[in-house]
């Protein structure tokens, strides 16, 4: 920890951080561009100057470049320092266009501050500038090469940081263009980073663009609801309208950068078919008379069958807060039938690791500095997208990153790949525990497994990274005894599993031993449950089987949500509740990080829909349009009749379950906290597919992608446009005893449908099994990501 | 099959996927390999850059990156042969400017341009290490130095034939 | 001149290249052999380091105390790349070696690597240099046959590898580190330092990076002894001689092997003097990129701490000399037009502010200058001399700093008339 002088106060700061890090601790923010803290230092743009006048360098430096040492004595005030800033600016600006009155980064433009810091004021260069023809690189960003200022900044974010390949910088001297060989869709899945890596205009994000003024956008600090890893990231919008995310930082979790994913699937809260009225068997009513009735509804239905007829289906994607006082109503009625996931593998996966995770929690900053990562049947592209970039930064510092999966794994770094069938992964993980190699390898798995388990015992850092959908609650139950049997090394093996949803484990959490949402069907349909009040979940289109039955027979349906949910349609009350960047909450992510969430704006229709683009709108209303709807937390206190704030309820929550304490001193922007203690085990069952196997002479595996398979972002028109057509994967070898070849056109048969796809023939993944993914909207959807069906697949698109 | 020969014979076309796949760092091979493709079809068109990625295993913008950065690597058509005036210092002080105007006049073209029977493309360039024949200039590989009109017109004759 | 003694140049003839059987004749390998035969590796550093040689690249650090850095005795893959780039206007000295006599240059590069125990070495040569490949491809393959390079050397257990690099045309790869990107195959931007190549270089393994004309003296160095180099030198502090490119406008535009430490004076008239009879009135001493010498500098030693003490660089010995109808002006426009094109886009100083100052010549030689534009070129050059990331830059203010210094006359004359006083 090296002590400092910088402009006459001492600053102490950590070893190998450089001298302008070490300013900004004491508050003294130099102008620089082509330093960025995840990026590091190349010293290119030549603008954090300093004048060292004590210490191993002497004269004016770069303070990027100069590591902090003991007894350094520096200047950020000196004259010449100041100079050449200025002159930096004065040459940064030269080819620069000027046109700040037509560009989407101002307000939030670091040339524009750096401008005004570095006291450029008029140019005085009359040469000739050098202009662009600009490149179409896709739905997601847009370029205007002429306001570039050459800081190298989104390349090293796109191929150092994020791995792609087909961005860079060609050219040199001052005619540097950054872009792609040829204009087309940036193709990896993070392009959206180089949005915010770009100091100014040149990369501005192509949905938001011309929408708003950052000084008019309303934003607040939350965390992406598209997957399990509680990414920070800032939402944004105007006029009702959400209109953006971009990356927010969080050292613990995503770092700086967040997925493509996260960043472009917002438009789910202006969906046109969004739910905003609270609405009585169909009919639109106030919000006292909805509560009113359901509240005498659950008294009847209680009274009359008894507290336990009545259940409740939590969410993954709801707040914790609304989840606890769903279990707080459940438990004020007496009913023990609560639930926090329809599909019943992932929620007994979520309370599989949540009764199990404790000290072997790692978090994404522990993945990046691990040596030694393993996957097991996880696929973080489709199942937690930052995973993947987590896995790069490691391997990038020369750690193993092995993937152990059926399917053809693709990740942003080189990885070993060992493909096998979903079946064999206890026999994987039974051999890298005890190095017992299972009689069915061969010997070249054999070579590769042993490979890895020797890794995995030198590392210092060694993690286990598990598939929740893959791996099921008897994976991850191995997935433990694997790391706990593995012998011992610096450091106890670590876990990781990506969880369903960014809730999905505080639902594990207050899941208790809970049967789970299978036999709660079966309870309503032996007649034994009444009523089912359902929090921002929709059993309908993700747990079809048996569910329509299922809702007929009960006498009282209560749905809240705020997508377009099916279960709405048959509710007796449906109330329509605030969207994610609406409402304040906290969300506990899959490796059980308490976050807190702050409201960045109110629900309303769009202006863009009621006012048809025209401000101001030309009808006037006494309440805004399409602001009915309320914080779900919210409305479950109100049917308790409970008078609470988030801040009450924390202080309640934590005393009622000590496992939460700290989240009432969480804020936004907050890193975190673990949540302390673990969840419990569900009653066991005998798990697995109910298959009625006759005509089957396949199996086919059902996984999650990167687009269209979380619900949310699966509203998204941004992320449709680039949703890939479902396709089925198959095996070169499967392909030819089927006689079928790649491309073609193929019908897939299973008990549930019959469904119309492309066959794509992929030599990286297992022989003996097809593979495709759940796409919302498609048949494919009736399928439960992880789950294994029978098939039959025929040539021909004759269904 | 045969756009990849028109861009690099088959033997060599094997003679690089050959030393690509035995060395550590196939990277190494790009100037080469472009240079290569640019002897045979006389400049790199986007297929060259294509092929040269296939054959090194990297992704065309990656080979991009690296032809753009050399100005020997012509990415536009060019003549049958390319020639380079130095216009450098030595040069400059032994009236190579002259002798840029003589050759454009000669040519009828202006720097960048191509002489309509395709044969010459003039271009400038910075010192040739004929320092010491200056003014000088390069066509193909060949340099030619203290330049003057009547030696011009004799070079450019030999070269076209 | 001829009595000067001829080290570099003794097989040299005008127009032809002396290939195995006639270097052998002339008592070629002798210092290989002498090094791999009776000498350790330590023992050449020793002696290299004695002699007092100074790199020939144009940094002029000294070479023995540089391989003193390296970690030669460390097992494991090292580099020697040996710099054949040579872009810099007004020199083409390595050029004259390698088309003259390529087999002392891989004698060098041999005893080089044996002195630093590396097993792979690379010979890095520029695009129009093309005939100087092929020398050296020949002679590579001619040295296998007869034993002086292989997997084992004149049966000493040491074994070498040598690829010839051709590069594309970009000045920006004669700096050590853009070189060793280059040679990998990605963009040739120079690398920051600390990680100096010694530690971490080519492909991220230890490397040094030698100029041709360096390496070509130490078999010399083995043979004739570190006393014999230094006394080659006419000033006390030189040592070795050093291959001197005469341009610009002197009768004689040759390339000469003299002893380091030879006054300005008497190159200039080995050179013949000025063209036609006329008046010298500058000259850059080593290269673009080193400040101008005037009239009052005629009395200099030729050596890097004496033009140091002038103010200016001995840089590459590439002497473009102009005599007293050049406008300097004119001249220091040429050579920022160079530099600004020849920039590789990495730092801003150089990219966009070397732009400028062409721009600024360009107005004052078109006569559209004034004080303003003056006073603003001197903020620049202070602006831009010790801010760049290389050293390119560094030197695009080498001739700026030469003309602000010594002829702000004629610059204020631009400016009074308003066109330029030479083109009358
Ligand atoms: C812009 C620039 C261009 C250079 N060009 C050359 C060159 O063409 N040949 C060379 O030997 N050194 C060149 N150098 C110097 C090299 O970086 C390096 O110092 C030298 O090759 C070391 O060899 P030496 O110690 O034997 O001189 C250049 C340096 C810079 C900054
Ligand atoms: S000074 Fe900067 S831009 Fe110029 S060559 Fe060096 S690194 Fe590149
Ligand atoms: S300046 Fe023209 S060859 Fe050197």
């Not at chain 1, 192509?206 to 800032?234: M, N, Q």
């Not at chain 3, 603003?376 to 003309?403: T, V, W, Y």
């Amino acid at each position: 920890m090296p002590t400092l002088t910088i402009d006459n106060q001492k600053v102490t700061v950590p070893d190998g951080s450089n001298v302008l890090e070490a300013a900004k601790r004491i508050g003294i923010v130099i102008p620089h561009f082509c330093y960025h803290e995840a990026l590091g230092a190349v010293g290119a743009c030549r603008l954090c100057a300093m004048k060292f006048s004590e210490g191993p360098v002497k004269g004016i430096q770069m303070s990027c470049m100069v590591p902090a040492q003991d007894g350094m004595v520096v200047s950020t005030v000196d004259q010449d320092a100041q100079e050449l800033r200025a002159h930096v600016i004065e040459w940064l600006m030269m080819n620069h266009p000027h046109d700040c009155p037509v560009c989407d980064e101002g307000g939030e433009c670091q040339l524009q501050d750096m401008t005004i810091a570095g006291g450029h004021g008029i140019r005085r260069y009359r040469g000739p500038k050098r202009t662009w023809i600009n490149q179409e690189l896709g739905p997601f960003v847009e370029q205007e090469m002429n306001r570039c200022i050459q800081c190298y900044r989104c390349v090293r974010t796109y191929q150092d940081y994020c791995g792609g390949t087909d961005f860079g910088v060609m050219g040199s001297r001052n005619r540097l263009f950054f872009g792609r060989f040829r204009d087309g869709r940036l193709e990896s899945p993070f392009a959206g980073n180089i949005i915010d890596a770009c100091p100014t205009g040149v990369f501005t994000s192509k949905p938001f663009r011309f929408k708003t003024r950052y000084w008019d956008l309303e934003e607040a600090p939350s965390i992406c609801p598209h997957c399990s890893l509680g990414c920070a990231v800032v939402p944004g919008g105007r006029y009702r309208e959400a209109q953006r995310v971009r990356g927010g930082i969080n050292r613990k979790t995503n770092g700086f950068f967040i997925c493509d994913r996260g960043r472009f699937a917002i438009d789910h809260l202006n969906h046109p078919d969004r739910p905003r009225e609270p609405r009585w068997k169909g009919e639109r009513t106030s919000w006292d008379d909805i509560l009113e009735r359901s509240r005498i509804c659950l008294q009847q239905v209680a009274t009359q069958y008894g507290p336990e007829s009545i259940a409740f289906l939590g969410s993954p994607r709801a707040s914790l807060e609304a989840n606890w006082l769903l279990s707080r109503l459940a438990g004020s009625i007496g009913s023990s039938r609560l639930v926090y996931d329809c599909q019943a593998r992932r929620d007994r996966t979520a309370r599989s690791l949540a009764a199990q995770l404790g000290q072997r929690a790692r978090s994404l900053e522990d993945i990046r500095q691990s040596d030694c990562l393993v996957l097991l049947g996880s696929d973080p592209l489709g199942e937690a997208p930052v995973l993947a970039l987590a896995l790069r930064q490691a391997a990038r510092k020369g750690a193993l990153v092995a993937v152990i999966d059926p399917r053809p794994v693709k990740l942003p770094c080189d990885a070993v790949h060992l493909p096998l069938h979903p079946g064999r992964l206890s026999q994987v993980m039974e051999f890298l525990g005890s190095g017992m190699p299972a009689a069915s390898f061969s010997r070249q798995q054999l070579t590769i497994l042993e490979g890895i388990r020797e890794r995995l015992q030198r590392a210092a850092k060694p993690i286990l990274i598990g598939g929740a959908d893959l791996l099921g609650p008897a994976g991850v139950t191995q997935l433990f005894q694997t790391a706990t049997s593995l012998p011992t090394n610096e450091q106890e093996c670590g876990i990781f599993v990506p969880l369903a949803g960014p809730n999905s484990f505080s639902g594990a959490l207050l899941a208790k031993d809970n049967d789970d949402f299978n036999s709660l069907l079966d309870d309503v349909l032996a007649g034994k449950v009444k009523a089912l009040v359902c929090l921002e979940n929709d059993p309908v289109t993700d747990h079809p089987e048996r569910i329509a039955t299922a809702l007929g027979a009960l006498e009282f349906l209560l749905v809240m949500d705020h997508i377009p949910n099916r279960a709405a349609k048959q509710a007796d009350a449906f109330l329509p509740t605030t969207g994610w960047a609406e409402a304040a909450g906290s969300y506990v992510n899959n490796e059980g990080r308490m976050l807190a969430v702050a409201a960045a704006f109110e629900p309303g229709l769009p202006i863009r829909e009621t006012g048809g683009g025209n401000y101001p709108p030309r009808q006037f209303e006494s309440v805004t349009p399409g602001s009915l709807p309320q914080a779900a937390w919210q409305l479950l206190a109100e049917l308790q009749e409970l008078d609470l704030n988030l801040h009450t309820i924390h202080v309640e929550l934590e005393a009622a379950d000590p496992r939460f304490t700290g989240l009432s001193l969480l804020a936004p922007e907050h890193e975190g906290v673990r949540v302390r203690g673990s969840g419990q085990l569900p009653p066991a069952t005998e798990a697995g597919f109910k298959s009625s196997g006759d005509t089957a002479d396949l199996t086919l595996l059902v996984v999650d992608g990167l687009y269209g398979s979380e619900r949310l972002s699966s509203f998204s028109a941004t992320l449709q446009a680039v949703t890939e057509a479902p396709q089925l994967l198959v095996h070169p070898d499967l392909a030819c005893r089927l006689q079928l070849s790649d491309g073609e056109t193929v019908t897939l048969r299973t008990e549930l449908d019959n469904v119309r796809l492309t066959l794509k023939v992929d030599p990286h993944m297992v022989d003996g099994l097809a593979i495709t993914t759940r796409l919302y909207g498609t048949p494919l959807e009736q399928f439960a990501s992880g789950s294994q069906v029978p098939c039959r697949i025929d040539k021909g698109g004759e269904t | 099959m045969e756009l990849m020969n028109k861009l690099l014979p088959q033997d060599q076309l094997e003679a690089f996927r050959a030393k690509a796949a035995a060395i550590k760092h196939p990277r190494e091979l790009i100037v080469d390999l472009l240079r290569a493709i640019q002897d045979h079809h006389g400049w790199v068109p986007d297929a060259g850059v294509e092929l040269a990625g296939s054959i090194l295993g990297l992704s065309v913008l990656q080979i991009e990156e690296i032809a753009t950065f050399y100005d020997k690597i012509y990415r536009q058509p060019v003549g049958r042969k390319v020639i380079h005036v130095c216009d450098s210092i030595c040069c400059w002080s032994r009236d190579g400017e002259h002798v840029y105007d003589y050759l454009q006049q000669k040519l009828g073209i202006a720097p960048g341009q191509t002489t309509a029977d395709g044969v010459f493309t003039l271009l400038p360039t910075c010192c040739l290490g004929a320092c010491g024949d200056a003014p000088a200039m390069m066509i193909g590989l060949t340099t030619y130095g203290r330049l003057t009109p009547e030696l011009v017109d004799a070079i450019l004759n030999k070269e076209k034939a | 001149m001829a009595d000067y003694p001829q080290i570099l140049f003794k097989n040299r003839r005008p127009g032809e290249t002396v290939f195995f059987d006639e270097f052998r004749k002339n008592g070629g390998y002798r210092g290989l052999e002498r090094a791999l035969k009776s000498m350790t590796p330590a023992e050449v550093r020793e002696t290299v380091k004695a002699s007092g040689l100074r790199g020939r690249g144009g940094a002029g650090f000294s070479t023995g105390l540089k391989w003193s850095f390296f970690p030669a005795d460390q097992p494991g893959t090292k580099y020697l790349v040996v710099n054949g780039d040579e872009m810099e206007p007004g020199t083409y000295k390595d050029k004259q070696l390698l088309l003259a006599d390529p087999h002392q240059v891989l004698e060098g590069v041999i005893v080089s690597a044996y002195a630093l125990q590396v097993p792979e070495a690379y010979i890095f040569i520029r695009y129009a240099y093309e005939e100087c490949s092929r020398n050296l491809e020949r002679a590579i393959e001619e040295a296998k046959q007869a034993g002086y390079l292989g997997p084992d050397i004149l049966g000493s257990g040491y074994g070498l590898q040598v690829h010839v690099h051709r590069s594309a045309g970009r000045y920006i790869l004669g700096e050590e580190t853009s070189q060793l990107n280059g040679i990998e195959g990605v963009r040739a931007n120079p690398r920051s330092k600390p990680p100096f190549p010694a530690v971490k270089g080519l492909f991220g393994k230890p490397t040094t990076v030698n100029n041709i004309e360096t390496v070509a003296n130490v078999p010399h160095i083995l043979t004739g002894g570190s006393e014999w180099f230094k006394d080659l030198a006419v000033n006390p502090e030189g040592s070795g001689t050093k291959l001197f490119g005469l341009s610009g406008h002197l009768e004689r535009t040759e390339c000469f092997e003299l002893p380091v430490g030879i006054p300005l004076r008497e190159v200039l008239e080995i050179g013949g003097g000025m063209r036609g009879g006329k008046g010298f009135k500058a000259c850059l001493p080593g290269g673009a990129s080193t400040p101008y010498l005037t009239a009052a500098h005629l009395d200099v030693a030729l050596d890097f701490d004496p033009l140091a003490a002038v103010g200016s660089r001995f840089g590459t010995a590439g002497v473009t000399a102009f005599d007293s109808d050049t406008c300097m002006v004119g001249a220091t426009l040429n050579l920022m037009k160079f530099f600004a094109r020849e920039s590789c886009g990495w730092c801003t100083p150089c990219r966009d502010g070397l732009v400028m100052v062409r721009w600024l010549l360009e107005e004052i030689e078109a006569g559209r200058g004034s004080r303003e534009l003056i006073a603003m070129l001197r903020d620049q050059h202070k602006n831009i001399a010790g801010r760049s990331f290389c050293a390119l830059a560094e030197g695009a203010m080498g001739p700026l700093e030469g003309l602000l210094n010594h002829f702000e006359d004629e610059l204020e004359d631009h400016v009074k008339k308003g066109y330029c006083p030479f083109k009358g």
